[in-house]
């Protein structure tokens, strides 16, 4: 079941979920929301919850879906979401769910008419995209708010031209993990100082390939110096019938153990070399999101020779298996407030590294478990790094 879930975790951090993943979702028993309890009203609401749709509500989620096939109303610390589906649409579990920034099912209120409320005390500051995404025609079905004015909305078309005109340079290129595991695409964005060599620059390799020239070019919206970075993007398996189990085994500590040290190797041998020719850069950080963000946490511990840091977003489950020590080295951790299980995962992880001596610096976004959460995130963290002298390597 753990594995099952961390599937959704995939597709959730990929923001997929469709037809072709209907039956592997069917096995999965999505979690609702956290129910709101007495103790949460006590307290203000400080924690995320589910709460129960009174009369009035239902009013108001009806009146809503008659203007908007799906809309929002955010008042205070309650949001009210209503959405009008067909129910021969719904493509497992007789309801709609809901998708990332807030994980939950939608419950009927009348004839294809269903609803739901949530509470929270910085409901009206939070970053929320949100979808139907069993449902069908997913992509026709999102929505979208911003009440936070700290944290950049990401959910924009950016042309190619914003890495042109800053000096950089993408290339893709293809390396063979081994014999037994093939070949593997790779997406690598030099600053403009790093064209000749990779001497004068820090790299930071990633797990999350597919999304690193999107998460780069939001970043130089946000008007960050990236000129002398160089930023390694790792894509997932090609094999479409396995790719999410392949991710899974390659990132995660414990589930198939050839290939995530077959995948490790990769990436701090194979890939190293393959990059930087010999040129040892300033400073080296892995990097990633979800289970990508413990794999992150996972090479500078298992690595502390070949990282000066990492750039930890939502981290999976992690379990400390090492006492490796990391005397000042530069550790971004990061989280979305509506997230659960992550960003108490990012809390802890944020503990473990200051006791074993890492410098940490931590941002938490009004969000969930999305990339609103974590180009935020990723921009601020290479804000710092462009800003501050870099940790050396060891």
Known sequence: MRKLLLVFSFIAACGVLNSGFAQKIEEIALRDFTKCSADNKSTGYATPCKDALASTDVEKALALSAKQNFSLHIEGDTLLLAAKVVSGDIQYAGKPYLCCDIQAYLDPIADGIYAAKFRWKEMDKSLLELSLMNVAQPSSRSITYNGSGQFPDPLSNIDKS????????????????????????????????????????????????????????????????????????????????????????????????????????????????????????????????????????????????????????????????????????????????????????????????????????????????????????????LLALSQDAPVQRP
């Open 162 to 381: 914003v890495l042109k005109n800053a000096g950089m340079e993408l290339t893709e290129h293809a390396f063979e993990i081994n014999q037994e595991f093939g070949m593997r695409k790779i997406t690598v964005i030099k600053g403009d100082a790093c064209l000749l060599s990779v001497a004068p620059c820090q790299v930071i390799y990633t797990a999350d390939g597919k999304s690193l020239e999107f998460m780069v070019k939001r970043a130089l919206l946000d008007k960050r110096d990236l000129s002398r970075f160089v930023f390694v993007g790792i894509h997932a398996s090609e094999d479409k019938e396995h790719a999410i189990n392949i991710r899974i085994e390659e990132l995660l500590f414990g589930y198939n153990p050839a290939r995530y040290d077959a995948f490790m190797h990769f990436v701090t041998v194979t890939l190293v070399q393959q990059i930087e020719r010999q040129a040892a850069p300033l400073a080296r950080y892995s990097a990633g999101y979800s289970n990508g963000g413990a794999w992150a946490l996972d090479m500078l511990l298992d690595k502390p020779d070949v990282f000066s840091g990492a750039i930890i977003m939502s981290p999976a489950q992690w379990q400390s298996r090492t006492d490796t020590r990391l005397p000042a080295r530069r550790v971004f951790v990061g989280a979305g407030l509506l997230e659960t299980s992550y960003h108490v995962n990012a809390r802890t992880v944020t503990t473990n590294l200051r006791a074993r001596g890492a410098l940490v610096q931590e941002t938490y976004v009004p969000s969930g478990h999305s990339m609103n959460t974590w180009s935020n995130v990723w921009s601020r963290s």
